[in-house]
């Protein structure tokens, strides 16, 4: 497998089941995959493949029914939850498909939330998370509650959120599943900065040939099962 | 840390108007019940039980009437007493303090312009004693005044009020239907008695006076008399009945026509039955307060799923489980604080309105306020930290999934 650097993440012989008897699902069968430091990868493949459930054991949201999960060599199933909390608010940032914004409360208050867990005075809090609300194209939406914005808006506070704590990892489920083209180009690009110039590792699911196209790596998902795993030659 | 953890939950607090609101409301519709309807309960105690012993302690009322009647009950036909019947008493019965023979009716006092609708008791000195009354000015009657019946009178402050206002009543007439009358003396206020009745509004005059300018008879209404604090008032009591018996002539198996009140029994009595209102008044207490508690939970529990995916999203941008379990609790914390606050001010409130209309003395028990307050904290604690518990204790994922 290429590698850019030492490995950020190993899945071995991942398995995740939901249900139990005759209605057990099996949303992922045995997926092994190495993302190195800086990479950045795009995840395909058919609605009910099971990359959302595969992104949310890597962002420490889920634990496996079997296999192992290795954040830079750690046994993320080995750790408690309070220490895969701490994993996630110091390393990872999460782009939810469905957005989980906190209702009633304004989109800068959505964005400053992880830094609340890191301790940050308010003034520091507030120029990052304006930073990033300019980042995503939202400058001057501040203020607005999640109900007052359009999905596309929504969609853009969450990876706001996401990219507020300059994360090692970021992880975005569809992050531009409800833009525009003009908009989703914008929102790549600023992956794709972020990418090389911070060293931030993105793994991204998309439906979108287009988007993918900007990954330098492509991972295709079929049944819970990978597909393919290749080099995208036609990076930018 | 835990200035960040209050500043999170009082954010929380803001953003959810609606549901702190209904929050605090549940709390202060308890808080504010018990603490009213207790406050209201123990000052009805109170106002009959120092009525009572206002009345004067051991004090024995005998009325004609056969016995089961209530004391103060319409007048019955039955064979009046004598002034005979009270020297009786007093002479051969052990026990016995003061024994005040009483004759009285309503009658419309007079100075100048001012006319007042007030009782008028033709008595003796021991009046005075039986009924612990003192005197605020001038002086009682003299043994010259009482056995000659002379147009004297002591008046309680109502009527002083009514009719005398600023100016000093010793030495000035008063006119008794016809009658004119000097004012000789003032009796302390008492205050109202057991049954809200005023005992200040009165006027006494020697007995000889009212059965002669007044009744025109010389019959006595009833006796008061007061035991000695050393003796049982149920034995004086019985004596006095077997003494009336005999004087009334009443043969054994026949019915008596006359009834001796013991006003120790009576106390008692009213007190049972003020204790069983005040358990009353508390049960309807305690059902507002569940009724509130109920409410808590209600919106406690109908939030549940928006509380618990605000959960998900705290464990997943990082929030340790204590972090959110701590503002959570804050935050129940504070609403039930401020709820209680709030509920007592209220029901504190109430009760002072009520107790100045019922005109019975507002008694503060704190233990009651502290216990609803705790109670609805409870209950608010306990609704808003244990669901936030479980859905702390899921998957970050599992959380935000939850419907
Ligand atoms: N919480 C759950 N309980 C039961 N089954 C689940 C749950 N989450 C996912 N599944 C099942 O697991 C499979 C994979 O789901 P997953 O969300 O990973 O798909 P996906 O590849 O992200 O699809 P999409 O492109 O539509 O988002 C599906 O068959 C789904 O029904
Ligand atoms: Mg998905």
Redesign the pocket.
């Known amino acids: 497998m290429p590698s850019t650097g030492p490995v950020l993440i190993k899945l071995q012989d991942l398995a995740r089941s939901?249900?139990q008897g005759s209605a057990t699902?099996n949303?992922?069968r045995g997926v092994s995959l190495d993302i190195a430091e800086g990479e950045f990868v795009a995840i395909m493949?058919?609605?009910?493949?099971?990359?959302?459930?595969?992104?949310?054991i890597m962002g420490c949201l889920d634990t496996p029914t079997g296999g192992h999960f290795y954040f830079r060599g750690l046994d993320v199933g080995a750790l408690s939850n309070d220490q895969r909390a701490l994993l996630r608010r110091h390393y990872i940032g999460f782009v939810f498909?469905g957005y989980n914004l906190l209702p009633r409360t304004s989109a800068i208050e959505n964005v400053e939330l992880p830094l609340i867990y890191r301790q940050m005075g308010a003034r520091e809090r507030r120029s990052l998370a304006l930073n990033a609300m300019r980042q995503v194209g939202l400058a001057g939406w501040e203020n607005h509650a999640p109900n007052e914005l359009s999905g596309g808006q929504q969609q853009r506070v969450a990876i706001a959120r996401a990219i507020v704590t300059a994360p090692a990892l970021l992880l975005a489920?569809?992050p531009t599943g409800n833009l525009d083209t003009a908009r989703s180009l914008e929102i790549m690009n600023l992956l794709i900065r972020l990418n090389r110039s911070e060293g931030i590792t993105i793994v991204m699911?998309t439906?979108e040939p287009d988007m993918a196209a900007f990954a330098r790596r492509i991972v295709r998902?079929k049944d819970?099962e990978i597909e393919t795993d290749q080099l995208n030659s036609k990076a930018a | 840390m835990f200035l960040e953890t209050i500043l999170l939950a009082f954010r929380a607090i803001r953003r959810n108007t609606l549901r702190s609101t209904l929050t605090a409301l549940g709390i202060i519709i308890g808080v504010a019940a018990v603490t009213a309807l207790v406050t209201i309960g123990n000052g009805t105690t109170q106002s009959v039980v120092s009525g009572v012993s206002r009345l004067g302690s051991n004090l024995l009322s005998v009325r004609p009437g056969e016995p089961g009647g209530a004391p103060g009950s319409a007048r019955s036909t039955a064979r009046p007493f004598n002034a005979a019947d009270a020297a009786a008493i007093a002479d051969q019965i052990g026990g016995v303090k003061a024994v005040a023979p009483i004759a009285s009716a309503k009658v419309t006092s007079v100075v100048g312009n001012e006319n007042w609708e007030t009782s008028v008791a033709g008595t003796l000195n021991t009046y005075f004693e039986a009924g612990q009354w003192t005197l605020a000015s001038g002086r009682l009657f003299t043994e010259g005044e009482l056995h000659a019946g002379n147009p004297v009178c002591v008046i309680g402050e109502t009527v002083r009020r009514h009719l005398f206002g600023k100016s000093d009543p010793i030495g000035q007439a008063l006119r008794l239907q016809r009658i004119p009358c000097t004012v000789i003396g003032l009796l302390a206020s008492k205050g109202a008695g057991a049954f809200g009745m005023d005992q200040d509004d009165i006027v006494i005059i020697p007995l000889r006076a009212f059965q002669r300018r007044i009744a025109g008879n010389i019959d006595v209404d009833f006796i008061n008399v007061a035991a000695r604090a050393d003796t049982a008032t149920a034995k004086v009591k019985r004596d006095i009945e077997n003494l009336l018996r005999e004087r009334r002539r009443i043969g054994t198996g026949q019915r008596d026509d006359f009834s001796v009140f013991d006003m120790t029994e009576i106390s008692s009595t009213l007190s049972n039955i003020t204790t069983v209102l005040t358990g009353l008044l508390s049960a309807v207490a305690a059902v507002s307060l569940l009724v509130g508690g109920i409410g808590i939970m209600n919106i406690m529990l109908v939030s549940v799923t928006e509380r618990t995916r605000e959960i998900g999203i705290r464990l997943a941008v990082g929030a340790l489980r204590r972090q959110v379990l701590a503002q959570f609790l804050v935050e129940a914390v504070v609403l039930s604080l401020f709820g209680g606050l709030i509920g007592v001010a209220i029901g504190l409130s109430l009760a002072a309105a009520m107790a100045g209309w019922l005109n019975v003395p507002f008694v503060f028990e704190p233990t009651v306020v502290v216990g609803s307050f705790m109670f609805s904290g409870l209950v608010g604690v306990l609704f808003g930290y244990f669901p936030a518990r479980r859905a702390a204790n899921l998957n970050p994922?599992?959380a935000l999934?939850h419907e």
Do not use: W
């Not at chain 1, 493949?45 to 949310?56: I, R």
């Open positions: 939901y249900g699902v949303a992922l493949g058919p609605s009910g493949s099971g990359k959302s459930t595969c992104m949310n498909q489920d569809e699911v439906h998902f819970g | 994922i599992d999934r």
